[in-house]
């Protein structure tokens, strides 16, 4: 077998379903699999996947959370594939992007792991696709706030290059490679073990390369990054990760990174505080400001998103697209959708709101095009399909 996708799901049964879709579109002549590990989800992820997906894919039922690394090496170790892609479930790849990462791979036999172009979830890119590893220098740096070394920015978007650190969103690796240097370290129960499995791969005599191939990335969808465990999830990871690699170092440097890194936790959790007091005395407006849509599809789509938005109260604007010439219709603005990417136009009632876009008319790939190019507005990229009936956005999920 060519490749083994493994996503590793808790509570995000709606992104994960999407994602799932995606790489059946993109793994289209591939001989593949797909590998669910779910952590105990209370959201009916199992049941929901068993009868949505069926055969399509294997499913690995935990009774427990078992965190990102050791639930990513249960699938592995169940594989035998040349490739296998960690991938979150908190995001979709673009139909051409398995192929070129793996046609990538297959005329480099010294990348030990790929990495691709990541958006966020407003269509714009992702500092964190293109990583130096955290040396004591480069962290200090980071903290700091000077961190145009650690994200690699001399580096172009738009051609492969070798990196050193690949994300756990969306991560190509070779078995050989896997083989040699090792699984995820389950020490790391989120955050953390990407950076590690980075170092060892360089550390075994392979590279780790940045390829310009699309992604969304919702960005945190499978956690909560607001709550305290977070805090202590993520910087645990990072003092791990320093006394694993660095505890060798000089007390002038591992004393500096240290304190640096609890000052930067503490700062995180004063942050926290200060965020939810504003929001329980009502400070915050932003956070109870609703979201405005610009729904962008199909004459069917738009009949059943008009009928939504009025059903929950959203405050929406509609595009109507034709499969394939435009016309004039009464519902809305019509385009073709074989240019979606350079006429759609958001009205600005969608600029600082969502562009929720018909995944049974656009790819997946127009859809990055288009919400990454300059004119989008840097609206949340929304989507709509009519066999969920479900809008799923970064900010929220409308049925």
Avoid at 161 to 171: R, T, W
Avoid at 221 to 227: A, M, P
Avoid at 372 to 383: N, V
């Amino acid at each position: 077998m060519k490749l083994t996708v493994v996503i590793v799901s808790y509570n995000v049964r709606h992104y994960l379903e999407q994602c799932i879709v995606s790489v059946q579109r993109a793994a289209q002549g591939i001989d593949y699999n797909i590998v669910v590990v779910d952590n105990d989800s209370q959201d009916d992820t199992v049941c929901y996947l068993s009868r949505r997906f069926k055969d399509d894919i294997t499913i690995i039922e935990s009774r427990h959370n078992l965190g990102f690394a050791r639930a990513n090496n249960i699938a592995i170790r169940q594989t035998q594939s040349q490739y296998v892609l960690l991938l979150n479930p908190d995001t979709f790849v673009a139909e051409d992007s398995l192929t070129q990462v793996l046609a990538f791979m297959d005329t480099h036999p010294k990348a030990g792991g790929v990495g691709v172009k990541m958006h966020n979830a407003d269509g714009t890119l992702a500092r964190e696709s293109r990583r130096s590893l955290p040396t004591p220098w480069v962290s200090l740096l980071k903290m700091l706030g000077f961190s145009r070394r650690y994200y690699m920015s001399h580096l172009s978007w738009d051609e492969p290059g070798q990196i050193e650190v690949l994300s756990g969103a969306f991560c190509m690796l070779r078995r050989e490679a896997l083989d040699q240097v090792g699984l995820l370290d389950e020490d790391f129960f989120m955050y953390g073990e990407d950076i590690d499995l980075s170092f060892r791969i360089r550390r075994g005599g392979w590279e780790n390369w940045y390829v310009p191939a699309s992604i969304v990335h919702y960005k945190g969808e499978s956690t909560q990054k607001s709550s305290y465990r977070y805090v202590h999830v993520f910087y645990q990871a990072m003092l791990i990760f320093f006394r694993k690699h660095y505890s060798h170092q000089s007390l002038f440097v591992t004393i500096p990174i240290k304190l640096a890194i609890y000052f930067r936790a503490c700062l995180a959790v004063a942050q926290m505080l200060c965020q939810r007091l504003r929001r329980a005395l009502g400070f915050d407006a932003k956070a109870h400001t609703p979201m405005n849509y610009c729904f962008i599809g199909s004459a069917p789509m738009i009949e059943q998103c008009r009928s939504l938005a009025r059903r929950r109260g959203l405050t929406a604007r509609f595009v109507q697209v034709a499969p394939t010439a435009p016309s004039s219709s009464p519902e809305g603005d019509t385009i073709d959708a074989s240019s979606v990417s350079s006429t759609i136009e958001v009205p600005l009632g969608a600029i600082g709101g969502a562009s929720v876009y018909d995944t049974d008319l656009f790819s997946f790939s127009q859809i990055i095009a288009h919400a990454s190019s300059p004119d989008s507005g840097h609206a949340l990229i929304g989507t709509y399909s009519s066999l969920t009936k479900t809008i799923i956005t970064q900010r929220e999920i409308i049925q």
